[in-house]
C-alpha cells in the first residue's frame, strides 16, 4: 500500500509515498530505531537493536485520532503496533530511545494536509477502544465520589492477586521501597520501608495503629509484628482485604491485626497513637486533600503522628494528571498529584506540626526496575493470569514511571506530621530517633 502525493508539500513534484517516507520525514533518515510498516516500506536504522511495526492500518488510525502516547499505547495494546529488540515485560530501553534520540518534527501545513488527503477520511475514525481503556471522565459520575472512587480502585488494584504476587514478589507490596543500599534486594528494601515508616511514628509495643489505604497488608502485619503494636488497615479492594485477612490469620497475628473492605472515612475508632498513609493520597484528589488530613488528624490522640508517603511532583505549580492521556485511562483513573510543598500547606492547614520531609525519589526508580524484573521473569504465568493487553499496560505503565522517576519528572515524599496538644506538646524528641 503506497499513497501519491506530493513529497515535497507542494514542489510539484508527485511520487508515491509510503509510511517509512512519513516516518523518516518526523524522526529523520538517522532515527535510532528500525521501522517497519504493513505497506513494506522501511526507515530509520536497519541495524538498530530496537525495531518498530506498525503491522495494520488501524494503527495509524490509533495514532491519527489519539496523537502522542495514548494513540500509541492503543496501538500497541490491540497488538497493531509491535516491538522488536524489547521484553513487552519491560520496554525501558525502548522509552529511553524514544525520550532520548527520537524527536519529531513536525511537518508543513501542506504535507500534513496532503498526508491526510492520501491517507483517506476512514483513518480519522476512531477504531474501537481496547476493552483496558476506562470510559470518559464524563461518563463515570462524580468525581471522588464514594462509589467512584471505589469503581477507580477496584479498576487498578482488583486485576488479580495471582497477578500482583507475580509482580510484586513476595512482599505484596506496591508502593515505593527503600534500599538501605545499593545491592539490597527488593524484598529487603520493601521490609526496610515498613521498618523506617514504623520508626518516623515511633511505635512501641501497646500502642495502637491506623493504616489507611493499606493495600495487601504490608505495614499492618509487619508493625504488627515487629512492633508489638495493634493496627487496623483499611482498604477500597476487596481482593487487597481478603488476600490481607487470609495472611493475617496464616500468621497468627488476627487477635492484634485487622484489615478492612471500608472507604478510610468510615473509620470510626479514635484516638489512634500513629495513623501510615502509604500510597493512598494519589487518590485522593488534591481538592479534598483538607478533609483528608482533618479526618486523619481527627483519629489520632493529642501528640500521635501521622506519616504520608505519596508521589509528587517536583514543582508545585501544577497538580493533577492529564485525564486522555495513558496513565489516566489505563492504570490510574482519576489518579491526581501534586508538589510536595502543597502537601506540607495542606497538613499544616489541617492542624499538623510538620516534623520531617524526605524524598525517596531514586528509591522508586530502583522498585520499578525491580518490579519490571518481576514481570518478565513471571511473564507467561501474568499473561495466563490477566491476558495479554494487560501485561503490556502493566510493562508500559512501570517502565515508562521508572523513566520518570530516574528524570526528576516525579517524586515520592514521606511527610511526617504530629498532632500537638493545645499548649503545643508534640511528644517529638529534640532530635530525629528514627535513623535512615
Not at 507490596?173 to 527488593?186: I, N, R
Amino acid at each position: 500500500m503506497t499513497f501519491k502525493l506530493d513529497r515535497a508539500g507542494g514542489n510539484g513534484r508527485s511520487g508515491a509515498v509510503t509510511l517509512g517516507d512519513m516516518f523518516e520525514r518526523l524522526f529523520g533518515a538517522h532515527a535510532p530505531v528500525r521501522f517497519t510498516a504493513y505497506d513494506g516500506s522501511s526507515a530509520g536504522d536497519p541495524q538498530a537493536d530496537i525495531g518498530i511495526r506498525m503491522m495494520t492500518p488501524r494503527a495509524v488510525s490509533y495514532l491519527a485520532t489519539a496523537p502522542g502516547s495514548l494513540g500509541l499505547a492503543r496501538a500497541y495494546i490491540q497488538g497493531d503496533l509491535e516491538v522488536e529488540g524489547v521484553h513487552p515485560g519491560n520496554p525501558y530501553d525502548l522509552l529511553k530511545v524514544m525520550d532520548d534520540e527520537l524527536h519529531m518534527q513536525r511537518p508543513s501545513l501542506s504535507e500534513a494536509m496532503a498526508w491526510a488527503r492520501s491517507l483517506g477520511p476512514k483513518t480519522f475514525l476512531p477504531p474501537p477502544l481496547p476493552a483496558q481503556e476506562v470510559v470518559p471522565s464524563w461518563r463515570r459520575g462524580l468525581r471522588h465520589s464514594r462509589d467512584r472512587d471505589a469503581e477507580s480502585i477496584s479498576y487498578h488494584y482488583d486485576v488479580s492477586n495471582a497477578f500482583y504476587e507475580q509482580v510484586l514478589g513476595p512482599s505484596m507490596t506496591y508502593t515505593c521501597a527503600c534500599f538501605p543500599a545499593e545491592d539490597s534486594t527488593l524484598e529487603e528494601a520493601q521490609a526496610h520501608k515498613y521498618d523506617l515508616v514504623a520508626r518516623k511514628l515511633g511505635l512501641q509495643p501497646g500502642m495502637r495503629l491506623l493504616d489507611v489505604g493499606c493495600g495487601w497488608g504490608g505495614m499492618v502485619r509487619h508493625a504488627a509484628k515487629h512492633y508489638g503494636v495493634t493496627v487496623l488497615g483499611v482498604t477500597l479492594s476487596r481482593a487487597q482485604a481478603t488476600w490481607a485477612q487470609e495472611r493475617i490469620k496464616a500468621e497468627g497475628l488476627d487477635d492484634v491485626a485487622e484489615v478492612r473492605h471500608s472507604d478510610y472515612r468510615d473509620v470510626r475508632e479514635r484516638d489512634f497513637d500513629a495513623v501510615s498513609s502509604i500510597g493512598l493520597i494519589e487518590h485522593i484528589g488534591v481538592r479534598n486533600y483538607p478533609a483528608y488530613f482533618s479526618f486523619l488528624r481527627s483519629r489520632l490522640r493529642p501528640e500521635g503522628r501521622l506519616l504520608n508517603h505519596g508521589i509528587t511532583r517536583p514543582d508545585n505549580r501544577h497538580a493533577g494528571l492529564p485525564r486522555r492521556g495513558f496513565i489516566g485511562r489505563y492504570v490510574f483513573p482519576d489518579g491526581e498529584l501534586t508538589g510536595s510543598g502543597d502537601i506540607v500547606r495542606a497538613m499544616e492547614d489541617a492542624g499538623f506540626e510538620v516534623q520531617h520531609q524526605e524524598n525517596l525519589r531514586v528509591h522508586y526508580a530502583k522498585t520499578l526496575a525491580g518490579w519490571c524484573d518481576n514481570l518478565v521473569a513471571g511473564w507467561d504465568a501474568c499473561v495466563a493470569e490477566a491476558g495479554l493487553p494487560v501485561a503490556k499496560v502493566w510493562g508500559l505503565y512501570m517502565a515508562g514511571s521508572r523513566l520518570g522517576f530516574e528524570r526528576n519528572q516525579i517524586q515520592l515524599h514521606q511527610v511526617l506530621g504530629s498532632r500537638d496538644t493545645e499548649t503545643g506538646s508534640s511528644g517529638y524528641p529534640l532530635r530525629h530517633d528514627f535513623g535512615v
